[in-house]
């Protein structure tokens, strides 16, 4: 069985600061990695995704994630965050070939101080 | 476009009372999955649909919920004999069937609250 650790529950950062989020998995199979947030009183959103390719995948907004095969990580870092950035962060996986289904890790709240 | 809605947006029931959960999935979409978030946690799969039948129900809890897309659009999650430890926040998600990943949109959720 598959399974995604968030390290972090928490993630107090002043703005215009760096942000780190960490994300590890354990799967036998290959995965696809994602990062999804939920902004305070909205749905979750796709922030990024690696489905294969160059292991460096880029949001719109800044964020950035590196897949690393070896250490099974996925973290996630932007290099100044915004106050508009403080909502919660969730890393998943879903298996290759073996249906759709999204595996989440227990979330990060990132809180952007001013 | 219109996303994936759900109703209600909040229901508060009481243990051993029956709910009905609807999802209202994204024109066209042939996959819907349901989720479940409890408090300080992340979601936790329950089940998906392929069109009107179930492809993968591994992540219902128990036989006390039920899910059901009889005409492959609009899911109702039914949950009998409601217990306190239902209580989360139940999202819906749907995407298009067209290869081996296919991105899923998620619905703002039915916050189901046992007392």
């Known amino acids: 069985a598959q399974s995604v650790t968030q390290l972090d529950s928490q993630v107090p950062v002043f703005e215009e600061a760096p942000v780190e989020l960490r994300c590890n998995y354990s799967?036998?199979?290959?995965?696809?990695l994602f990062w999804y947030v939920q902004y305070p009183n909205q749905g979750l959103q796709l922030l990024l995704k690696y489905l294969s390719g160059s292991t460096l995948v880029e949001s719109i907004n800044g964020f950035e994630a590196e897949f690393n095969k070896s250490q099974t990580s996925f973290h996630l870092r932007k290099p100044s965050v915004h106050i508009s950035d403080t909502a919660e962060y969730f890393c998943?996986?879903?298996?290759?070939?073996?249906?759709?289904?999204?595996?989440f890790g227990g979330g990060t709240r990132v809180l952007v101080k001013p | 476009g219109a996303g994936v809605s759900q109703t209600p947006s909040n229901k508060v029931t009481e243990k051993g009372k029956y709910v009905e959960l609807r999802c209202d999935p994204i024109s066209g979409h042939t996959a819907l999955y349901w989720y479940r978030q409890s408090l300080g946690q992340g979601p936790e799969f329950l089940i998906y649909f392929q069109g009107t039948g179930a492809a993968d129900d591994s992540g219902l809890p128990n036989d006390r919920f039920f899910a059901v897309r009889p005409e492959g659009s609009v899911s109702t999650l039914k949950i009998q004999r409601t217990e306190r430890g239902d209580s989360a926040v139940y999202l819906c998600?749907?995407?298009?069937?067209?290869?081996?990943?296919?991105?899923?949109?998620f619905g703002p959720g039915t916050r189901l609250t046992v007392l």
């Open positions: 799967s036998s199979v290959s995965v696809y």
């Open positions: 998943a996986v879903i298996l290759k070939a073996a249906g759709n289904k999204l595996t």
């Open positions: 998600a749907s995407s298009p069937d067209r290869g081996e990943y296919n991105e899923q949109f």
